[in-house]
């Protein structure tokens, strides 16, 4: 299976972060699935790579030509492909996965889950979507869906849409099984 991780490409996050980066990478690998990513060499992406590196395993970078410069982009892909945009980036890093796990990150990662939740609430795809909560870092997005939800600016069945984990196990056992695959698009849309 392939499976995207989307992450920060920051170097100032704290240790604690880069540690469950590294451990997802490492279980990604040992469970025998490829990681497609950003590309970047450092934060999220960086320690998830390295992990999945660590284990042999397989990776898929995707990332814009403009990022490819000393220190920014992980050199150790098993495949690399470029892309002129960001939004091009997203697309291949889309039809190259089978699933999406969210790791702690910041506007891009952000945009990321929200675009991908948002083709699954629209039934453009089927893929599982994890995220992983490190040190309860999603904690505040979850509430404020949960209040979106509550306010009926969407249906509560969006909330089934992803599954959200501090534990890199209850994660990945989520995506290799996931629950809810068939979605009443009338529901999730309060149409």
């Known amino acids: 299976m392939n499976i995207c991780v989307y992450g920060a490409a920051s170097k100032e996050i704290d240790i604690s972060f880069i540690k469950d980066g590294e451990h997802l990478g490492s279980e990604i690998a040992k469970r025998k699935h490829c990681l497609v990513f950003g ?7 960086g320690a998830v790579a390295r992990g999945v590196k660590k284990e042999n395993g397989k990776i898929i970078g995707v990332s814009p030509s403009f990022f490819n410069i000393d220190g920014v982009i992980f050199k150790n892909c098993d495949e690399y492909i470029f892309t002129d945009t960001m939004r091009e980036r997203k697309q291949i890093m889309e039809e190259k996965s089978d699933a999406f796990i969210v790791t702690p990150g910041g506007i891009g990662t952000f945009e990321e889950f929200f675009e991908i939740l948002t083709l699954r ?3 453009r795809h089927n893929k ?12 505040h997005m979850i509430s404020f869906l949960n209040n979106a939800a509550e306010n009926n600016f969407m249906s509560k069945e969006n909330l089934e849409l992803y599954f ?19 979605i009443d698009i009338a529901k999730l849309r309060n149409i």
């Open 121 to 123: 609430q629209l039934n």
């Open 39 to 45: 590309g970047g060499n450092n934060g999220m992406m």
């Open 164 to 182: 959200l984990s501090d534990n890199i196990d209850a994660i990945l056992d989520y995506i290799e099984h996931p629950a809810n695959r068939n």
């Open 128 to 139: 599982p979507i994890a995220i992983l909560n490190t040190n309860d870092y999603y904690s």
